[in-house]
């Protein structure tokens, strides 16, 4: 398969726009109809506008799953985190947790045929960046040597487009890390200080810069957020 990935006038990477054309020629080869490629969801960055890279799925679909705020707690994408390997749901598999019979109406029912069977599996590039890649269409692919060739189609998309993606801005110093490290081991701001051979004043001021920077509200999320980009 080739991959073309258009450049703007600035040489710089369109994302969305870049990584959707190949993912078109791929489900197009292989028959099926939708692609939701995005950052696998976290705990501090859990939403669907906020993850998602690229997609052609309706914009109607889009809009209801990111306003149910069921992206991240979905029974599909706990089935992801168990596991590398592909699962299968019928419809966008993003339906609530809860059984139905309540008021609110789930997230999976049917959208027609080009949703009637959803593939997602989990996968990381070299910098050992989290992605989520969905793909649905009528039919369910099932023949195992046609699904390795999909998966290794998928492969090929993400691995080219790995490096045209712009690393999020993380311009923390030394000291910031070093204050953030010891907040991640439990470590209040007294104790930092005696730590580092700082005044617990000094320490605060490098917590809140290091929570600014990140646009982070407070120092458990500035953790979280550092674990993330693997600078703990």
Request: with cysteine.
């Amino acid at each position: 398969m080739k991959l073309v990935f258009d450049r703007g006038a600035s040489g710089t990477s369109k994302h969305s726009s870049d990584v959707g054309e190949p993912f078109r020629y791929l489900i197009r080869e292989f028959g099926l109809q939708h692609f939701l490629f995005a950052h696998f969801p976290s705990a501090d960055r859990t939403g669907l506008a906020e993850n998602v890279i690229a997609s052609n799925w309706p914009a109607d679909i889009l809009l209801r799953v990111e306003r149910s705020g069921e992206f991240y707690r979905g029974r599909f994408l706990a089935e992801l985190r168990r596991s590398i390997l592909p699962a299968f749901a019928e419809s966008t598999g993003l339906g609530r947790m809860e059984k139905e019979g309540d008021d609110n109406e789930l997230l999976d029912s049917c959208y027609g045929e080009g949703f009637a069977n959803t593939m997602g599996f989990p996968i990381h590039d070299a910098q050992h960046r989290h992605y989520l890649i969905m793909l649905s269409g009528q039919h369910r692919i099932s023949d195992e040597a046609r699904l390795g060739s999909l998966v290794l189609s998928v492969m090929k998309v993400v691995n080219v487009y790995a490096p045209l993606e712009r690393p999020e801005s993380t311009p923390l110093s030394g000291r910031e890390l070093d204050c953030l490290k010891w907040a991640a081991a439990g470590k209040s701001s007294e104790e930092i200080a005696l730590i580092l051979g700082l005044s617990s004043h000094t320490v605060n001021d490098y917590l809140k810069t290091a929570m600014r920077k990140m646009n982070a509200v407070t120092r458990i999320q500035a953790v979280a957020i550092a674990c993330r980009l693997r600078l703990l």
